[in-house]
Structure formats: structure tokens, C-alpha cells
């Protein structure tokens, strides 16, 4: 998008709007206390992110990535952060004792990163940036296109994945374990009376003396 | 794109794996538990099967199909036949030993044949995405087999280190992929290699990919320094799946090893052979010396194998098509005495007794001279004794290296096996010369007793009469590459 002087397109207010939630979800995420208020943070992470590569239009990416992460990624993992009893001041524990290595290790990794993706080898001028595409085309039909075509084989291979995915979980999980109730339908069917109720004949009895009433002991 | 029916003609062995995979899945469900052997005899059947169409589609000239994602040439229909054999040894090794121990079911044998056809898409591959695709499904079976026993606390322990460094190899590797990718602009090996000719993309991005590709790669061997998990895994894992995890995924690595390094980055070969000399080295040196500090032997054959993934990696990092072959020819003779190995370990083990420890081997000699005989093939094997085939093994690899002015590089590696000789003597010394330590009788079916006597003694025959199997390495690498 080519800029007009010191006016900004709409296109990099959108970036920018984007860029700048997406700082601060991220941040927010490392920095919440309450690990629900995190994992919001982080759904909101998400849903920018997928703002941001609207505008690039990779639509469908976009809503895959809302769809999936958002809508059952995350809410997974809401259920399993509030089902869970964390204990954060364990969690905090030992902080400032590894603060002292813990942040030279950081700005060293940042420093590396800096040097390695900094413009000298992947900067803009390195790669051209992508043509726009006319209107109506369609991101979903392209991708759809490549997959069943192109990499339908890599395709076919990552449903053989799946299918391992769900033998294994299955061989890994399922037993029948000795301490677990289950009901059995068929056996709760066919059950007859007479396994669960007996008629018992006895004689009438006479109400007690008042010698036996004691606390505790169930009225006639 | 134009598509042929035809196309798939090379890659039904796959297809056919597949449509058998999926029918075992649904027979199993149908089989009570004291009819598991049908599904045993399907597994067998299968492979067969696999092996006798790619027999039938061998050929010499490289075939690309769909979009040139799968390449069928001479080095992948070799490496598959041997991989449909070492899987069908591990199944018959095994059967015994499942059955004592509740493990005899028809998830083991759906994982295993899953393992297989990842690693016969890893041995095909002529794309980035499909070697790493074909390695992911590789793992997932292996990390699932191995936590198979869900009652035993140390396999649990296992496959949960395996899957935990597993996927940060994945991610290494994905990594350095995505580098090469970003510098080059293709994921097809073939583009890569021109694009690499031509001299596009900068050299320091480049090696930075070749660097992560090499570590992830040298996880997945269990080459020093990446190599933490394979003694707890070869430990906690159940024999069975140790004898496979040992085994057939050598000769995916090699395969592997071949199409990225090789096929992909021969340009680069000064930089990943410096690196491949170094993680050799390492795996020789700490392999072997560490070793002779083991009393468990499935741990011991554990460090063995480090130590001969290091001999491995010589012949390919000799960058010449002699060094490839003779790797090759390496591969092929270390899963035959890795079976060998894990199958005497579950010939003599029995129910409640695993046969792991180094003083359960005391006296077999008087307790089973035959098997004894067989264990001493497997160990001057594996130590590099002639004439068992082991030596020729590492002959060719030390001749690759030399031809490569790589003279100090051999003079190491045989000081490393001379010391490696060490502690497979020993065990000849407690075999033969020590009183055992017990006098039960060694149960084991006879089709598992045929099987490792073969195993053995093609051991030896394969050492007198090194030439036919030397020859088809030679002739795969040079009519693949």
C-alpha cells in the first residue's frame, strides 16, 4: 500500500489498531495475575491476530484461527483452568531469586533475535511484498483448490495422523478399571422383581416400653 | 494440475498398507481376545504383500508423482524391502512376549504397521512437508507403543520424555525448514537443490536452517549431544517396542538423512559436514566409553546404538556416493543385529522375568549352547569381529572416509571400537565362562527360535559373502542420486 505522505491509509490504521491490542493481550497474558483473566487475554490475542491477517487477506486462515482457537481451543481450556485449583503464590515463588539470571538470559535472547531477523538478512527490502489481488478472489476456493489438488498427499498423510491420534488416545485410555462404577443398560432391563424386592410375612409387633427410647433410635 | 490414475501405480505399496491397515482396524474389533492371532497372521499377510508390489515396481530411474511430493527410486524400494523385514521379524520376536504380559492386542499391531507406512513416506519423500509429515507419523505411533503398558510407572516415564524432546525435535526441524524455505522459495528438494546452485538466497540464513535441520535430525538418531533419551527410553520402553524403536526407524533416519542433506543441501556440504563430524565424534566417544559403566542390558544396547549412529553418520558425512552406500550398507546390517540383540533379550525372558540385567546372561552357554552361539554371532558383530558382517560394515565406512582425506577421523573411529569391544567381550566372558545364576528352561515358540537362528546366522553368512548386499546398496545410491 503505498503511502501518500504524512496521511495514513485506512489499511495501516487497521494494522496499527490491530498491532497495538495484540501488544497489549500479549503482554497482559504474561502479566495477569488470575490465570481465567489470561486465558481472556489470550482469546483476545487471537481474535486480533485474526484481524490482522484479514487484512491480508487470508480470510479464511482468519476464521479457521477464530473458530478453532477461540471458539474450542480456548473455551477448553477455560474449563480446565477453572476446574483446576492453582496455587499461584506457588507458582510465583522463587521469582526474585531467578530474576538476576533470568534477565540477562532474556536480553541476550532478544539480542540474538534482533541481530539474526534485524534488516540485514530478513528485512522488507529482502522480500517483495505481495501484489493485491483483484476483487472477487476468493482465498477459501484457492486453498481449497491447493489442497485437493497440489498437496493432496501431504493431505491424505495428515488424516493418517488423525486416525493414529484417535487409536492411540483410545489404546491409552480406555480399560476397564476395578474401581469404577458403570451401569450396565441390558442387565438393568432385564431385571425381575423378585431380584430386588422380598416380601417378608411377619407377626404384628407390640409398641415398645418406654424403657428403650432412646435418642437416636427411629420412632415406630 | 493433470492427474493420472497411473500416478499411483508407484506408490501402491503405501495404498496397499493403508487399505490393510484400516481393514486390521475393523477386524480387531470383531475378535474376542484368544483369537488375536488372526489379526497377527493379517499383519504378516500385509507386509508381504507390501513387499511383493514393491518388488514388482523395482526400477532404476527415478519416478516423481503427485506434484513430485513421492519419488520411487532403486534406494527407496531396497530401503522398503528391508524395512518390510525387519517389521515383520519384530512381530514374530514379539509375539511370545506380548502374550505373557496382557499386551497381546490389536492396538500393537495397527501402531506398529502405522509406524511403518510413515516411515515408507519418509523413505520416498521428495518435499519438505512430507518428510516431516512422514516423520510425525513415525513418532506418534512410537511414543504411543511405547506407554502401551499404561500399569508400568517407568514406560509411562519414557514415552513421556520421548514425546516431550520428540516434539522439540519436530519444532527444530520445522524450524530449520522454514529457513531454508524462506531463503530458497521452495520446499521441493529438487528446487531447493537448483536454487541453492544458482546461488539464491544468503548464505547465513542458510546455514542457520542447515544448523537446526542437522539438530533435529541428530534427535532423532540419538546422536551426542541430543542423545538424553535414548538409554531411558530403550530402558522403560517394553522389549518389543525397544527391538522396533532400535530397528527399523535406522533405516527411515538414513533414507531421511539422505533426501534433506543430500538431495536438498548437497551445496551446502561443507557445513553440515563439520557439524555431522562433530555429533559423530561425540556419539562414538560417549556411546562407547559410557556403555562399559552400563549392568542393564537393554541401557548398554542403548549406548551401543549411539555409538553406532556415530559410525552411521560417518559414511554420509564422507559426501561421496561410496560414503552413501557404505552408510547404507550399515543401516541395513544394524537393524539385523539390533533385532538380533533385543530378540535374545525376549527369547530368554519369561512370565514376571524380563532377562534385561547383564548377570541374567551368566552361564547361558550351559544352559543353551545354541543360543549362546547365536548371541556371540550378534556381539562380534556388533563389536566388528570378522567374519561376522559388522566388520564389513564398518570397513566401508572407514574406507568412505578415508577416500575423503578424513584420515585422523577413521584412526578415532577405530580407537572407539576398540574400546566398544570391550563390553560386548564381556558379555561373551559371562556366557561362557561364569556359572549362571539360574537353570530354568528357556520357553519360546519354535517360529521365534527359527527366526532368530536365520537371524543369527545370516549374521555370519552375510560376513563371508559381504559382495551381493554391498552391491545392491552400490547400484540403489547410484541409480538414486
Redesign the interface.
Known amino acids: 500500500m503505498p503511502n501518500t505522505g504524512d496521511e495514513m491509509t485506512f489499511t495501516q490504521f487497521v494494522f496499527y489498531f490491530f498491532s497495538a491490542i495484540l501488544l497489549f493481550a500479549g503482554l497482559r497474558v504474561i502479566t495477569a495475575r488470575n490465570p481465567v483473566h489470561a486465558a481472556l487475554y489470550l482469546v483476545l490475542a487471537f481474535f486480533t491476530a485474526a484481524g490482522l491477517w484479514m487484512t491480508l487477506e487470508a480470510e479464511f486462515l482468519a476464521i479457521t484461527l477464530v473458530l478453532v482457537y477461540v471458539g474450542a481451543v480456548m473455551v477448553l481450556f477455560l474449563f480446565v483452568v477453572m476446574m483446576l485449583d492453582i496455587n499461584l503464590d506457588k507458582l510465583r515463588e522463587g521469582f526474585w531469586d531467578y530474576l538476576p539470571l533470568a534477565l540477562p538470559v532474556a536480553i541476550l535472547l532478544m539480542l540474538e533475535m534482533a541481530v539474526v531477523l534485524g534488516g540485514r538478512f530478513f528485512g522488507l527490502d529482502k522480500a517483495a511484498t505481495p501484489a493485491a489481488h483483484p476483487a472477487g478472489y476468493s482465498n477459501t476456493k484457492e486453498l481449497g483448490r491447493l489442497l485437493y489438488t497440489q498437496y493432496v498427499y501431504p493431505f491424505e498423510i495428515a488424516a493418517v495422523i488423525l486416525l493414529v491420534a484417535i487409536v492411540a488416545a483410545i489404546a491409552l485410555t480406555m480399560r476397564k478399571r476395578k474401581d469404577t462404577k458403570y451401569l450396565d443398560p441390558a442387565r438393568q432391563i432385564a431385571v425381575k422383581r423378585r431380584d430386588r424386592v422380598r416380601l417378608v410375612k411377619m407377626p404384628a409387633e407390640k409398641r415398645m416400653e418406654t424403657g428403650s427410647q432412646k435418642a437416636g433410635e427411629p420412632q415406630p | 494440475?493433470n492427474?493420472n490414475m497411473t500416478d499411483l501405480i508407484p506408490m501402491l505399496p503405501e495404498i496397499f498398507l493403508?487399505a490393510m491397515l484400516s481393514l486390521i482396524?475393523i477386524v480387531d474389533v470383531m475378535l474376542k481376545d484368544g483369537q488375536r492371532f488372526v489379526t497377527y497372521v493379517l499383519s504378516l499377510l500385509t507386509l508381504a504383500g507390501c513387499a511383493w508390489l514393491t518388488f514388482r515396481g523395482l526400477n532404476t530411474e527415478p519416478v516423481y508423482v503427485?506434484?513430485s511430493?513421492?519419488v520411487d527410486d532403486a534406494m527407496s524400494d531396497v530401503l522398503k524391502l528391508a524395512l518390510y523385514l525387519a517389521v515383520a521379524i519384530m512381530l514374530v520376536y514379539s509375539r511370545g512376549y506380548l502374550q505373557l504380559r496382557g499386551l497381546y492386542?490389536g492396538?500393537f499391531y495397527?501402531?506398529t504397521l502405522?509406524a511403518a507406512?510413515g516411515m515408507m513416506?519418509m523413505i520416498s519423500a521428495s518435499?519438505f512437508?512430507?518428510l516431516y509429515?512422514?516423520l510425525?507419523?513415525l513418532s506418534?505411533?512410537l511414543?504411543?507403543m511405547v506407554?502401551?503398558n499404561?500399569d508400568s510407572p517407568v514406560a509411562t516415564e519414557a514415552a513421556m520424555k520421548y514425546f516431550v524432546l520428540g516434539a522439540i525435535a519436530s519444532g527444530m526441524l520445522l524450524y530449520g525448514m522454514s529457513m531454508i524455505y524462506?531463503s530458497t522459495g521452495s520446499l521441493l528438494l529438487s528446487d531447493v537443490s537448483v536454487a541453492l546452485q544458482e546461488g539464491i538466497g544468503?548464505k547465513?540464513?542458510l546455514v542457520?536452517g542447515v544448523v537446526f535441520i542437522v539438530a533435529g535430525l541428530a534427535f532423532k538418531l540419538g546422536a551426542v549431544p541430543f542423545h538424553m533419551w535414548v538409554p531411558d527410553v530403550y530402558q522403560g520402553a517394553p522389549t518389543p517396542v525397544t527391538l522396533f524403536i532400535s530397528s527399523a526407524p535406522k533405516l527411515a533416519a538414513f533414507a531421511f538423512s539422505i533426501r534433506l542433506l543430500v538431495q536438498g543441501l548437497e551445496v551446502l556440504h561443507t557445513d553440515w559436514r563439520d557439524m555431522l563430524i562433530l555429533l559423530s565424534v561425540l556419539s562414538m566417544a560417549i556411546g562407547n566409553i559410557t556403555a562399559i559403566a552400563q549392568t542393564n542390558l537393554k541401557r548398554m544396547l542403548a549406548y551401543s546404538t549411539i555409538s553406532h549412529m556415530g559410525f552411521l553418520l560417518l559414511g554420509i558425512l564422507a559426501g561421496s556416493q561410496n560414503g552413501y552406500s557404505a552408510s547404507m550398507f550399515y543401516s541395513v546390517v544394524y537393524a539385523l543385529m539390533s533385532l538380533g540383540g533385543f530378540g535374545m533379550i525376549l527369547l530368554l525372558s519369561r512370565q514376571g522375568f524380563e532377562s534385561e540385567e547383564l548377570d541374567d546372561l551368566k552361564g547361558l552357554n550351559a544352559r543353551s549352547p545354541w543360543a549362546a552361539f547365536l548371541m556371540l554371532l550378534l556381539l562380534f558383530s556388533m563389536a566388528g569381529i570378522p567374519p561376522t558382517v559388522g566388520f564389513y560394515a564398518k570397513l566401508s565406512v572407514l574406507q568412505a572416509v578415508v577416500e575423503a582425506d578424513l584420515i585422523w577421523l577413521a584412526v578415532v573411529a577405530v580407537l572407539f571400537s576398540l574400546i566398544g569391544a570391550f563390553y560386548y567381550l564381556r558379555i561373551v566372558k559371562l556366557m561362557y565362562f561364569d556359572e549362571p545364576l539360574q537353570n530354568a528352561p528357556i520357553e519360546a515358540s519354535s517360529d521365534m527360535r527359527m527366526a532368530l537362528s536365520v537371524n543369527g546366522l545370516a549374521i555370519l553368512a552375510l560376513g563371508i559373502l559381504p559382495g551381493p548386499l554391498m552391491n545392491i546398496c552400490a547400484i540403489a545410491i547410484q541409480a538414486s542420486l
Open positions: 494440475m492427474f493403508l482396524l503427485l506434484s511430493m513421492f492386542k492396538e495397527v501402531l502405522f507406512l513416506v518435499h512437508i512430507t509429515l512422514g510425525e507419523l506418534l505411533s511414543y504411543a506407554a502401551l499404561r524462506g544468503q547465513i540464513p542457520f
